[in-house]
């Protein structure tokens, strides 16, 4: 869920999303995707100013219910049939997309670079917080995964060879220690199997950003993240069925609702929001909007949960916040 899913670096690429591919130039500029791809401003309409930052927020507030959501679905489906469940429905979406836009395969030298995407974001991410969520807290989950920022900027520094500040490191070894430390004493000493998953995801999904936000450079974002839910088409349907058979599924209002959110919402709908905002007010303001992301699943894990935070919660998350806040001007 993502929360599902928000780092940007201006020497290199890495604009995350709870649950979607980051978006970016090498210098720190978003891309200018076609006038006749969703991620293009429509005509008449400024790609600067309030239509964008809307978009952009739109975009933050989908990848925020990902945790919340991800919660109800459970309620009435499996972890697994639940994370297959929603890769079909997100990828049949995608496919409807690119078919009606006429969109063409990518080209061969692109497969390996989606299928790292589709392993980090479609796949592993989600399998990992749904599976963490089974005895987590979403609150919990959020200021783990609100590390996601850094962690997809450290691997992005790695991958494309840029060589960031001390402050920059000093800023994100700091962000990693409050998590390491809420995680710990939430834990009672000790770490759980569900912040196993929790760290496990981090890794996955900001490695499945970093290789999309490459792939941003010469693909529209919103087609990285749709090729990659098409190409898991032939494992993620056979899964589904196998799932379904094996693990059941009670729909009620919540489970349903719950599904169709992180398929529709944050699972593609988001990303397109998201992409056309970045694109009409550029990464550095956009990635500023998304800091406030685990903010906002703290609060909707206390209006649509019930959850009680204790005290460390919002702390560390505000925590974690400052430390991404100084990342974002130390880079370079």
Request: aromatic share 6%; charged share 10%.
């Amino acid at each position: 869920m993502k929360t599902e899913s928000s780092a940007t670096e201006r020497p290199a690429i890495a604009v995350s999303t709870a649950d979607g591919t980051p978006y970016g130039t090498t210098d720190g500029s978003a891309d200018r995707p076609p006038a006749d791809s969703p991620d293009s401003t429509p005509a008449g309409i400024s790609r600067t100013g309030g239509y964008g930052t809307l978009l952009a927020a739109l975009g933050v507030v989908a990848f925020s219910l990902t945790f919340p959501a991800t919660a109800w679905g459970l309620e009435g489906f499996g972890p697994w049939a639940l994370v297959a469940v929603r890769s079909v429905l997100a990828a049949l979406i995608a496919g409807a997309c690119l078919l009606a836009l006429r969109v063409p395969p990518p080209a061969r030298r692109h497969w390996a670079g989606l299928a790292v995407v589709a392993a980090g974001v479609v796949v592993g991410f989600p399998l990992l917080t749904t599976l963490a969520l089974r005895t987590s807290t979403t609150a919990h989950a959020a200021v783990v995964v609100g590390l996601l920022p850094l962690t997809t900027a450290l691997l992005s520094a790695l991958r494309m060879g840029t060589r960031p500040s001390r402050t920059f490191w000093a800023a994100a070894l700091a962000g990693a220690a409050a998590v390491v430390a809420f995680t710990v004493q939430q834990s009672g000493g000790a770490l759980t199997t569900a912040d196993l998953y929790l760290f496990g995801a981090l890794l996955v999904c900001a490695a499945g950003y970093t290789e999309g936000g490459r792939l941003a450079r010469v693909v529209p974002g919103w087609q990285v993240i749709g090729w990659a839910l098409v190409f898991c088409l032939p494992l993620t349907v056979p899964a589904a069925v196998l799932a379904l058979a094996h693990e059941g599924a009670r729909l009620t209002a919540h489970s349903v609702a719950g599904l169709l959110w992180v398929a529709a919402g944050s699972q593609f709908l988001g990303l397109v929001v998201w992409y056309r905002g970045m694109a009409a007010i550029g990464i550095p303001k956009a990635s500023q909007l998304q800091l406030a992301q685990p903010l906002l699943t703290l609060v909707w894990s206390v209006l649509l949960l019930g959850e009680h935070l204790t005290p460390a919660a919002p702390l560390t998350a505000a925590a974690v916040l400052v430390c991404i806040a100084v990342t974002q001007r130390a880079r370079g």
